[in-house]
């Protein structure tokens, strides 16, 4: 199949030409379920190999099981194994299920139970309870609060709730290392560092009732963003 415009061969799969950015015209519908039916059985393949390495996961659990009880007479380095296992196999849920974000949370729950497992074996739980767990929940909680803002269109607001948010995470930051170290809830830094933060916050919430001056920040910040990568193009 050729362009009708310049005359250049053109893949099946394409809508338009490359080049010229002519649309292709007549185009079968067979493009489109080949497309498919390439779709459903790359996904199949995936499907495939997930199940292997979860089946896979579980074979070494037995066999690590066994070989504890059979030299420890008791189950003691196999919990490792175990939810080192159930942590790993957490991320074939990004091809088994649809929802990407619920696939995001049980990842992160597993990876909170593997280091809770750690931390209660060795019999040191303060880094995990004040530390490490808070924190990849903030971090999680990040990401999905950006996913979530996407799709708003408000560009003053959405910046109004990042800062927001970011000035709660160093609230919360601040209590989990006082409470680590001291075990008093202190919140010193944060305080201080919080209230430019939330003034700014506040001032751009504001603004982003503001039709005129948003629609001017969003084409002003359009404009920049275009320019940035038609520059690094260029490079």
């Not at 799969?13 to 015209?25: A, G, M, S």
């Not at 989990?176 to 919430?205: D, E, G, H, Q």
């Amino acid at each position: 199949m050729k362009c009708k415009n310049c005359n250049v061969e053109l893949a099946p799969y394409l809508d338009k030409c490359p080049l010229c950015n002519q649309k292709v015209q007549n185009k079968t519908n067979n493009n489109v379920y080949n497309n498919k039916i390439e779709e459903f059985s790359t996904r199949l393949n995936l499907l495939y190999y997930s199940s292997f390495i979860i089946k896979l996961l579980i074979l070494t659990n037995i066999i690590c099981i066994i070989c504890n009880l059979s030299i420890n007479r008791t189950i003691s380095w196999s919990i490792y194994v175990i939810f080192s296992s159930i942590f790993v196999s957490s991320f074939s849920l990004y091809i088994i299920l649809k929802n990407k974000i619920l696939a995001l949370i049980i990842n992160t729950l597993s990876l909170e139970l593997l280091l809770f497992v750690i931390s209660y074996i060795t019999k040191n739980t303060s880094w995990f309870i004040y530390l490490v767990g808070p924190f990849i929940i903030l971090l999680v909680s990040f990401f999905l609060l950006n996913i979530y803002l996407s799709g708003k269109k408000n560009i003053l607001r959405n910046m109004s709730c990042i800062l927001i948010y970011i000035a709660f995470t160093l609230y919360i930051i601040n209590i989990c290392i006082s409470l680590f170290n001291t075990r008093k809830v202190i919140a010193t830094w944060s305080t201080y560092s919080n209230i430019p933060i939330l003034l700014v916050s506040i001032i751009l919430m504001g603004l982003s009732f503001n039709k005129k001056i948003t629609e001017e920040i969003e084409k002003r910040f359009f404009i920049w963003i275009s320019f940035n990568l038609l520059e690094n193009k260029l490079m």
